[in-house]
């Protein structure tokens, strides 16, 4: 079986085309062919829209038996719909899967963009022997989700919100209308704020305080894992999202703020930014959905 799977995140839309052997085996799906677009955020739901459709449009869609979108926003599991959205303007309320269903004529799931990235990495990644996985995706926001045991259904599978959890009482405003949330200081925008906009400058700076916003990036980072850990006691963490790709930079020197506070196991993700569309049609193909 051919499927096409798309990540939808606030600066690029990532699409794959995906041979399918065996459903449930996760060894058994291999990308045929890979393609990135800038997403266009900051144009809106339409635009979004629009962007979509043409990744999808890269491949020969007509040869695919389902289409699997993992997008920025809050998702309802079951109807495929854009509850809420930060990262996207008027992207709030879209009924997407129905949207892409209509214009493709094809059965088409949508999930959350963490949440694909934390199934692609609990099946085919790093967390492949976890009972139970927390994923971090640092990127334009910050995305974090948990996966209990290997069901996918809408129990099973949680979009934690995380990103939303306040760290800092009277901090920077977040566009959820909340000051001080934990994506306002663990993500590649709040790091780019310090006139950054190429992270490898500021992982290498010698100033003096480059160094203090890292170590404080290390411990907010560490304390938003620590929150999770509490509520939700995942056997393992998993860190991924575009900032990861940076993590020969930083990484080693994030695990001795990390280990400090916390003793759950704690890893890399593996599959880069193929995650999310991995995730996507492998839940689409696998998972228990109501409306989709």
């Known amino acids: 079986m051919l499927a096409i799977g798309v990540d939808v995140g606030g600066t690029s839309i990532k699409s794959a085309l995906i041979e399918v052997g065996e459903a449930q085996n996760a060894d ?34 007509q040869d695919c038996e389902i289409i699997a979108v993992a997008t920025a926003g809050s998702i309802d599991w079951d109807s495929g719909e854009v509850v809420y959205a930060t990262t996207i303007p008027h992207y709030s309320g879209t009924q997407l899967s129905k949207i892409l269903s209509e214009h493709f004529g094809k059965r088409v799931v949508v999930v959350n963009d963490a949440v694909g990235a934390l199934i692609g990495e609990s099946f085919m990644g790093a967390g492949k022997r976890a009972d139970s996985v927390m994923m971090f995706t640092i990127g334009t926001g910050l995305g974090a989700s948990f996966l209990a045991g290997k069901k996918l259904d809408g129990n ?22 909340k000051k001080g949330c934990a994506e306002q200081y663990v993500s590649a925008t709040a790091l780019k704020r310090y006139g950054n906009e190429n992270l490898y400058h500021l992982f290498n700076s010698l100033d003096v305080s480059h160094k203090r916003v890292l170590l404080d990036f290390y411990k907010d980072l560490s304390a938003i894992i620590a929150k999770s850990i509490k509520l939700y006691n995942p056997s393992l963490i998993i860190v991924g999202g575009g900032v990861i790709e940076m993590a020969q930079y930083w990484w080693q020197r994030f695990l001795k703020e990390y280990k400090s506070m916390n003793s759950t196991p704690i890893a890399r993700a593996s599959l880069g930014n193929k995650a999310g569309a991995l995730g996507s049609v492998y839940a689409g193909i696998n998972g228990e959905f109501k409306n989709q």
């Open 28 to 61: 058994d799906y291999k990308i045929l062919k890979f393609a990135s677009i800038p997403s266009q955020a900051n144009g809106g739901r339409d635009v979004v829209i629009a962007n979509i459709i043409k990744a999808i449009e890269r491949f020969k869609w």
């Open 156 to 177: 099973c599978v949680t979009d934690t919100y995380l990103g939303h959890c306040v760290l800092h009482e009277d901090g920077r405003i977040c566009a959820c209308g």
